[in-house]
């Protein structure tokens, strides 16, 4: 009886596998929880392994931008950030994931006449894109074209 019961749940086990694969979705680990993004955060920096902040604009006088992920339950395969303006590719950059938990992240030194809307995708090994943040890198220059001038100072009466 007690090998009829492992033989059955070892059927479910390879039938609930085979499922996923055949429908794309991915399997659960062993406690239950399947791979995912467990942080996406753009930011001025990382330190100590952690963002300092989370930011949702960006003006164009501090070019330098990190996209700081957290990965869970994705150790063994390969994981890119994609970053986008205004929807076209502008670069990838791959990680390897070796771990159930592992912090990565990536950097993009934008120039100043770059502005408008930006996006960074985490994308699997098979194209999947697995999260999405956004952000606006806005001129900040007065009078001038987007790469020059003096940054816009606040008017007082």
């Known amino acids: 009886m007690k090998i009829a019961r492992i033989v059955l749940a070892s059927t479910i086990l390879v039938a609930a596998a085979a499922t996923a694969q055949a429908t794309g979705e991915r ?7 399947k791979p995912h993004v467990a942080r996406a955060v753009l930011t001025h920096s990382v330190v100590d392994r952690e963002p ?10 501090q070019p330098l931008v990190y996209f700081f992920t957290e990965l ?9 950030h994609r970053w986008l303006r205004d ?16 912090r ?7 120039e100043p006449s770059w502005t408008g809307s930006w996006s960074v995708e985490v994308v699997d090994a098979e194209g999947q894109v697995l ?5 606006d890198f806005v001129n900040v220059f007065q009078g001038a074209e987007a790469g020059g001038g003096e940054p816009a100072k606040a008017e007082t009466p």
């Not at 929807?87 to 592992?102: E, N, Q, S």
């Not at 990565?104 to 934008?110: A, E, F, I, M, R």
């Not at 999260?131 to 952000?135: H, P």
């Open 27 to 33: 399997a659960t680990d062993a406690d239950g929880s």
């Open 131 to 135: 999260e999405t943040r956004t952000f």
């Open 87 to 102: 929807g076209k590719p502008m670069g990838d950059v791959a990680f390897h994931v070796g771990g159930d938990r592992w």
């Open 104 to 110: 990565v992240w990536s950097t993009k030194n934008l």
């Open 72 to 80: 869970r339950n994705l150790q063994q395969t390969n994981v890119t």
């Open 52 to 61: 300092t902040d989370d930011i949702r604009s960006l003006g164009n006088d």
